[in-house]
């Protein structure tokens, strides 16, 4: 259990797919003006969300589905400016500062944290979500297709965990 209280900040993605989410650049810049990840538990969710049954997944029309990215953050703040921030203000100055967002950009260290997250993220599994009742169901989106039975199975009660 973490000792230590967790910000967390989300995005709602429009490509389902893409195997880089557009708020790479947002998150970059909150690892580079001094916010962490939390530690203690996972500090990224990419999430497919939108369907109460994973079998309505497969018929799904994208505009039906979302992608939901969610980063987990130590509770802390930054000043930027003499301005005290948490994570979730400089999300709203980033988006709506481009003089924050050039500065930010221009300078070299930026990339080199934008690269380092674009690495992590290709190596987390996007997933998809269906809850129905109390009971939830996790799988690769686009998943093995045995997988993908066997989750099927559970939600229409024919297996159990």
Excluded at 10 to 22: I, S, T
Excluded at 106 to 121: I, N, S, T, V, Y
Aim: glycine share 8%; charged share 30%.
């Amino acid at each position: 259990m973490a000792d230590h209280a967790l910000d967390s900040v989300a995005f709602e993605e429009p490509d389902l797919k893409a195997p880089l989410p557009e708020c790479l650049p947002v998150v970059a810049s909150l690892l580079w003006v001094g916010f962490r990840f939390a530690k203690d538990s996972p500090c990224l969710e990419n999430v497919i969300l939108g369907k109460d049954r994973l079998p309505c997944f497969k018929d799904a029309k994208r505009s039906e589905l979302r992608r939901e990215v969610r980063f987990h953050f130590v509770s802390r703040t930054v000043v930027w400016n003499g301005e005290a921030m948490g994570p979730g203000r400089w999300v709203r100055e980033w988006l709506s500062d481009p003089v924050l967002r050039k500065t930010v950009t221009a300078h070299p260290a930026f990339e080199k944290w934008r690269a380092g997250l674009a690495e992590q993220l290709m190596k987390e599994p996007l997933v998809a979500l269906a809850e129905e009742g109390g009971r939830s169901c996790y799988g690769r989106f686009g998943g093995d297709a045995f997988t993908l039975r066997e989750m099927h199975g559970f939600m229409d009660g024919e297996k159990e965990i």
